[in-house]
């Protein structure tokens, strides 16, 4: 039986136990450098919080600051040299930019090989032909690790993803549709979104809008997956559906805090020893990958 609540703390738990044993095991240090652009104070709130962790999991991290009127051919060049850096195996670019800065033409200078963040032409490539052997971007990865750790078949279900955005919104319907899945798109521009919602069995909230749906029209048989992240008048964090609470919602659903945000950290993690050990083969890493993405919630 599916819990009402579907927490990510679990197979974070398990997955950061495996990453750490994987770790000891092949005797690595991994080294993620992140570029981080101006002072807003959420972005370096979330690159502290990946940072521990990361550094946890002994991986090496280097913050790469940058002055929020950095030129486009400044961070080009940085991402260029760091690509070509032997030791470094990770590159990840924290969002969002300065608006003067285009971010396909900043992933154009990084090694896909070591684009942690899945943004990279090469990996998209990948996920929309639906072949293995890329890295996909966090989030989506870590909606599918949260959803196979539940047990929640998505063969033939009906999923409404609700958001466009090349992050999040865009890959997540591809691993959907990739996992047998029959994916729709809902963007700004949709009409009756409440018969849209209402048709399908999983429900994917990527909006960045808050409150743009109420519980009320859910029902019990739907699953919903709440991606996005805001802070409310009250100070507290919640979701695109808002502040809730288990009385409210009728179905299945992840929290915010607690759900798809943890997932994501969590996946970037997987990802940098996924690019570290493509670039630096160890048959030992297949095992470990084999266990990572085979943990299962138990009742």
């Not at 196979?148 to 033939?156: F, G, W």
């Not at 609470?245 to 993690?269: H, K």
Request: proline share 7%; with cysteine; charged share 15%.
């Amino acid at each position: 039986m599916i819990p009402k609540i579907l927490y990510a703390s679990p197979l974070v738990k398990k997955t950061e136990e495996l990453l750490r044993e994987a770790q000891k095991a092949c005797n690595i240090h991994p080294k993620l450098t992140v570029f981080i652009v101006g002072q807003h104070e959420p972005s370096w709130i979330y690159v502290r919080a990946k940072t521990k962790i990361a550094q946890s999991l002994g991986i090496e991290v280097e913050l790469v600051p940058l002055p929020v009127d950095c030129s486009q051919a400044r961070l080009n060049e940085l991402c260029k040299h760091y690509s070509s850096d032997h030791n470094t195996h990770a590159l990840f670019i924290q969002l969002p930019l300065s608006k003067h800065l285009d971010l396909s033409e900043v992933m154009r200078h990084i090694n896909p090989i070591k684009d942690v963040d899945g943004l990279h032409p090469y990996h998209q490539g990948l996920l929309m032909a639906g072949q293995s052997g890329g890295i996909t971007p966090c989030t989506p990865l870590g909606v599918m690790r949260l959803l196979r750790y539940y047990k929640i078949s998505l063969k033939s279900k009906n999923v409404l993803v609700v958001g466009r955005s090349c992050l999040v919104g865009r890959p997540m319907a591809l691993c959907l549709l990739n996992a047998d899945a029959t994916p729709t798109i809902a963007h700004s521009h949709t009409q009756d979104l409440t018969s849209l919602i209402r048709a399908n069995d999983i429900i994917v909230l990527a909006t960045g809008a808050s409150r743009l749906v109420s519980p009320e029209i859910f029902n019990d048989r739907q699953i919903v997956i709440d991606i996005g992240i805001h802070r409310g008048v009250d100070g507290k964090i919640h979701g695109d559906l808002g502040p809730i609470s288990e009385e409210l919602m009728p179905c299945a659903y992840t929290p915010v805090p607690g759900g798809v945000g943890p997932m994501t950290i969590n996946t970037l993690m997987y990802n940098i020893f996924q690019a570290y050990f493509m670039q630096n083969p160890n048959p030992k890493w297949l095992e470990w990958q084999h266990a990572i993405e085979s943990c299962m919630y138990v009742i």
